[in-house]
């Protein structure tokens, strides 16, 4: 049974502050990562993909993976107000579907 | 910019009754998905559709299910028989083939009474 498991939050960052999400999976099989962005009511929107070990940046995003240690993490920097969502963490191993976790619901005070 | 559009938007529905959900995935992608997300719980995945057959399906896909490519674009979900416990936003998703990346279209908020 392949397991993501996030910290469901919330969590509250200042706005102008990183936020850090985390995320670890139980399948070593893994073998591509997805951080999807999911506002209330909608659908998710890809932030930022991973692949191989090390950080990967993108504008303000920048996704971390770690394959020895399981581990998947998202850093925004200067937060924004609109950067508030829940942060759904999600995996790929050889077959096909992609493997959500239940996501981190994230705040960014103003 | 291309995207993935999904009709109805919202389906209202009585338990015992077949549904049909309607998908049209971005034009050059060959792969496609849906998944569901029931009200405050996780997305999961449903089936996976390549060169018009049935990749792989989650536990969840069982007989009341059914996927169809009828022409070059659309891409349906079936449920043949709703129970309560199928209402749920239900997602489609696609992708090229030359990356990763799957793209979700809006999503059906299905709804069995």
């Known amino acids: 049974q392949k397991e993501v498991e996030q910290n469901s939050g919330p969590l509250s960052v200042p706005e102008g502050a990183i936020a850090s999400l985390n995320c670890t999976y139980s399948?070593?099989?893994?073998?591509?990562f997805f951080w999807y962005r999911q506002y209330s009511g909608k659908s998710p929107e890809l932030i930022m993909s991973i692949y191989s070990n090390g950080d990967k940046e993108d504008g303000r995003f920048t996704a971390q993976l770690n394959k020895a240690s399981q581990y998947v993490s998202l850093l925004i920097r200067d937060s924004q107000p609109s950067d508030s969502a829940t942060y759904l963490c999600?995996?790929?191993?050889?077959?096909?579907?992609?493997?959500f976790g239940k996501g981190t619901h994230l705040i960014i005070q103003p | 910019e291309p995207e993935v559009t999904q009709t109805p938007s919202h389906q209202v529905t009585q338990m015992g009754q077949e549904v049909i959900l309607r998908c049209v995935p971005i034009?050059?992608?060959?792969?496609f998905y849906w998944y569901r997300q029931i009200l405050g719980q996780k997305v999961e995945f449903l089936v996976s559709?390549?060169?018009?057959?049935?990749?792989?399906k989650s536990e969840i896909f069982d007989d009341q299910f059914s996927v169809e490519r009828p022409d070059g674009s659309n891409f349906t979900l079936k449920i043949r028989s709703t129970k309560l416990e199928d209402s749920a936003m239900y997602f489609c998703?696609?992708?090229?083939?030359?990356?990763?990346?799957?793209?979700f279209g809006p999503g059906t908020r299905l709804l069995v009474l």
């Open positions: 998703a696609s992708h090229s083939g030359s990356d990763e990346t799957q793209y």
């Open positions: 399948d070593r099989g893994s073998q591509s």
């Open positions: 999600a995996l790929r191993d050889r077959a096909d579907g992609l493997t």
């Open positions: 034009s050059n992608h060959l792969y």
């Open positions: 559709f390549y060169n018009n057959e049935i990749s792989e």
